[in-house]
């Protein structure tokens, strides 16, 4: 089991999909603080609905980025958290707290890295006429949106969809693939070589992730490559 502690802004869909797979014994993981810089963040609501202890931390209190990361640190520390989840945090986090969780921080992003980082992603892939997107955990490093990729899964995008259709779409997808992303940590299974991250199997099949494309399309045809 892992100390997680997650960070979020604003509705806290993706903090809910993980309370609910911890709660369902699919993520071995206790949610130890949920920090937010929003006072009026519904995530803040759905921690305390679960019983998790949750501060909130307005930028306005601090002189810095940095000493704003410092109070971050802390509290994080102080709640013995060993793994940060970033879900809607919208802030970018300095050094301060890349040193204090090296390669410890988790985030998710609505597109196929390193396809379309930053705001206004599926926007971005309408306008680039691209025919899937999707979303992306990885390990936050100094760059934007730039770091190790854990685990991906695609959605096609329809000549119909709008930013907010696609959207929709590939939030089911993040509800689903974060908590995962999240086990494979919580299990020791994640190992680096370079920039890349390979997944250890495990003994147990129910541990394993699904093809993302069998999810979206059904079962493979007797034709397909196996």
Known sequence: ???????????????????????????????????????????????????????VLL????????????????????????????????????????EAFPMRIMNIHPSLLPAFPGLDVQKKALEHGVKFSGCTVHFVDEGLDSGPIVIQAAVPVLDADTPETLAKRILAEEHRIYPQAIQFFSEGRIEFSGR??????????????????????????????P
Request: net charge positive; proline share 3%.
């Open 1 to 55: 089991m892992v100390n997680i502690g997650v960070l979020v802004s604003g509705s806290g869909s993706n903090l809910q999909a993980i309370i609910d797979s911890v709660e369902a014994g699919s993520l071995k993981a206790s949610i130890k603080v949920v920090i937010s810089d929003n006072s009026q963040a519904y995530a803040i609501e759905r921690a305390k609905k679960h019983g998790i202890p949750s501060v």
């Open 59 to 98: 930028k306005k209190g601090y002189s810095s980025r940095e000493e704003f990361d410092k109070e971050v640190v802390r509290e994080l520390k102080e709640n013995g958290v060993e793994l940060v989840v970033m879900a809607g945090f919208m802030r970018i986090i300095s050094k301060v707290i890349l």
């Open 196 to 225: 890349r991250v390979s997944i250890k199997k495990n003994a147990e099949p129910s541990a394993t992730v699904e093809n993302p494309l069998v999810t979206v399309f059904g079962t493979l045809n007797e034709n397909s490559p």
